[in-house]
């Protein structure tokens, strides 16, 4: 089946920094790409939509000044979270839709501490 | 109203036993349905498309209502390793994906 990767699986970092998360369809082209969040005990919720070489779409209340979404390529998007508090603690998680196929292929997902 | 509704669980079965799962969804205009499993501190997996006609997989099988507007996922047979938690999944015309909350299944000895 398809795979997609994320990197890094884990990240714990200082309050006020950025992290950058990766997310790569390896053996596929993904016009499309969503990022997840996922608190304890919760479900996923969808953050932002993010299409290849377009701005991504953003879900209300997500504010897109410090979650920024880029996908240069068909293979890769990526998300900063700019200035990290604790409350964006969570587990990141980036789908990539089959251009072809239709069908979504989930990362394993990062989990982010914020200090 | 949420946009996806599930059981709230969590449920827990003996081994052997069947158990069924219920969503509804509020968005008429869904396209495509779907069955997640997420393991803990895992990604959601997908288990299974759920279409009109209803759809089996082994020992598991999916239903679709569009005029009540719900879906469901049985699974007989229970076994230890499908302890998960199930999420329904749904899709509508513009491949938004909408996540439920999930239904936590916990299959024991």
């Known amino acids: 089946g398809a795979v997609v990767s994320q990197h890094p699986s884990w990240v714990i970092c200082k309050s006020g920094t950025s992290v950058k998360i990766e997310c790569r369809s390896l053996?596929?082209?993904?016009?499309?790409m969503f990022w997840y969040r996922q608190f304890p005990k919760q479900s996923l919720m969808l953050m932002a939509t993010s299409n290849e070489g377009s701005k991504a779409t953003y879900e209300q209340g997500v504010e897109k000044d410090k979650f920024l979404i880029n996908h240069a390529s068909l293979t890769l998007s990526t998300l900063t979270v700019t200035s990290a508090h604790p409350e964006d603690s969570s587990f990141y998680i980036c789908s990539a839709q089959d251009r072809n196929l239709h069908e979504q292929y989930f990362g394993p997902g990062t989990r982010l501490t914020v200090t | 109203r949420k946009e996806v509704e599930q059981d709230p669980g969590p449920f827990n079965v003996p081994e052997g036993a069947t158990v069924a799962f219920n969503c509804t969804y509020s968005?008429?205009?869904?396209?495509?349905f779907f069955w997640y499993r997420q393991d803990c501190r895992k990604e959601p997996k997908l288990l299974m498309s759920v279409y009109s006609s209803g759809n089996e997989d082994g020992r598991f099988t999916a239903q679709l209502n569009r005029a009540s507007q719900y879906i469901s996922l049985l699974i007989r047979d229970s076994k230890l390793s499908d302890s998960a938690t199930y999420l329904c999944v749904v899709k509508t015309s513009y491949d938004k994906v909408i996540f439920g909350p999930g239904t936590s299944l916990s299959v024991i000895p």
């Open positions: 968005n008429s205009a869904s396209q495509s």
């Open positions: 053996d596929f082209q993904a016009t499309t």
